[in-house]
């Protein structure tokens, strides 16, 4: 077969050569990137970067850095107020019209970015999102920030403390990311009822079957949590764990949850079926090796 196409190759125009050996099927699957909380999409030294370093490692990949907004103002902006169920429609909207996504992606979410992309496959089944990584995303939300990325900490002061005022009233929900994404264990049910974003994805307030059939297409949902992570409290939610509810000391596990136990999203199914992959690095919250990267998340994205 090879033989025929390079003969005919030989015979005809370079050009339409190109093409018919340029067999569309082997092109490398697209990747899509979300940033972090006070990142955006383009920062060399974060998602620039990574989008460069896939880009060597994997030559010819369509890599998209989801930028939220007209510039990259806006997008570090919008990563603390806009409203995430707002983000994710934008991003669905946007994943729609790309024509270099139709046939499915990868996607690698960093940190916030790691639960807004597995909204997306929940809500957004086409294009199929293939391969979902979660980078120290909070999978099951957080209770605490005990610091802030760079230049951010003012703002996380701030947040912090509106958080403590009122995490689930109606207008702090609509207009602070991560209010959306705040679970209190102390109050579980405050939670369930008033987290516009992570409680509806979780399936906390009754089960959405379209959200456990997309997530369940998945062909892997990778987990990666850091091990020394003093950024996210509690870290075990990278993994998908979280406080035992009622009290902020013990952690279970997501095998140890209600929402595996009752598969409320599938995550039980998933991970029987050796669709569920939890990552460990061994440092703070988004340090790791271009070496660790090659190893660990490359084969992922092949
Ligand atoms: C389930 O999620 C889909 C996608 O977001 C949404 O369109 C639908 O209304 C939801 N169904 C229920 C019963 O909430
Ligand atoms: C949660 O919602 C239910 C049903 O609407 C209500 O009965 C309950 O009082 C609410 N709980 C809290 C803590 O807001």
């Known amino acids: 077969m090879e033989f025929v196409k390079f003969a005919v190759c030989g015979l005809w125009m370079v050009a339409v050569c190109g093409d018919v050996v340029v067999d569309k099927a082997e092109a490398p699957v697209p990747l899509v990137i979300w940033h972090g909380m006070g990142d955006s999409c383009c920062n060399p030294l974060s998602m620039g970067g990574i989008k460069k370093l896939v880009e060597q490692q994997i030559p010819g990949i369509y890599v998209l850095s989801l930028k939220i907004g007209d510039n990259i103002v806006q997008d570090m902006e919008?990563?603390?107020?806009?409203?995430?169920?707002?983000?994710?429609?934008?991003?669905?909207?946007?994943?729609?019209?790309?024509?270099?996504?139709?046939?499915?992606?990868?996607?690698?979410?960093?940190?916030?970015?790691?639960?807004?992309?597995?909204?997306?496959?929940?809500?957004?089944?086409?294009?199929?999102?293939?391969?979902?990584?979660?980078?120290?995303?909070?999978?099951?939300?957080?209770?605490?920030?005990?610091?802030?990325?760079?230049?951010?900490?003012?703002?996380?002061?701030?947040?912090?403390?509106?958080?403590?005022?009122?995490?689930?009233?109606?207008?702090?929900?609509?207009?602070?990311?991560?209010?959306?994404?705040?679970?209190?264990?102390?109050?579980?049910?405050?939670?369930?009822?008033?987290?516009?974003?992570?409680?509806?994805?979780?399936?906390?307030?009754?089960?959405?079957?379209?959200?456990?059939?997309?997530?369940q297409a998945l062909n892997k949902f990778v987990m990666v949590k850091f091990l020394k992570d003093s950024m996210v409290d509690p870290s075990d939610s990278e993994w998908f764990g979280f406080y035992k509810p009622g009290q902020d000391k013990e952690t279970i596990t997501l095998q140890e949850s209600s929402l595996y136990s009752e598969d409320r999203l599938g995550l039980r199914e998933m991970d029987k079926a050796g669709k569920l992959v939890f990552l460990a690095a061994d440092g703070d919250h988004l340090q790791f090796s271009v070496e660790w990267f090659n190893e660990k998340i490359l084969p992922f994205l092949r």
Not at 82 to 99: G, Y
Not at 156 to 178: F, H, M, P, S
């Open 78 to 215: 919008n990563s603390f107020f806009l409203n995430v169920n707002k983000q994710v429609d934008i991003v669905c909207d946007q994943l729609a019209k790309d024509p270099n996504l139709q046939q499915g992606y990868n996607s690698m979410g960093f940190s916030q970015g790691g639960q807004f992309l597995r909204a997306v496959a929940q809500r957004c089944p086409s294009p199929p999102m293939k391969n979902l990584i979660s980078v120290g995303g909070q999978q099951q939300g957080v209770f605490g920030f005990p610091r802030c990325p760079g230049e951010s900490s003012h703002l996380c002061d701030w947040i912090r403390k509106v958080l403590n005022v009122g995490a689930y009233t109606r207008a702090i929900q609509e207009y602070l990311v991560q209010a959306e994404y705040w679970h209190d264990p102390l109050n579980e049910e405050e939670y369930r009822n008033g987290s516009i974003f992570l409680a509806d994805i979780n399936q906390e307030r009754g089960v959405n079957e379209s959200y456990k059939r997309n997530l």
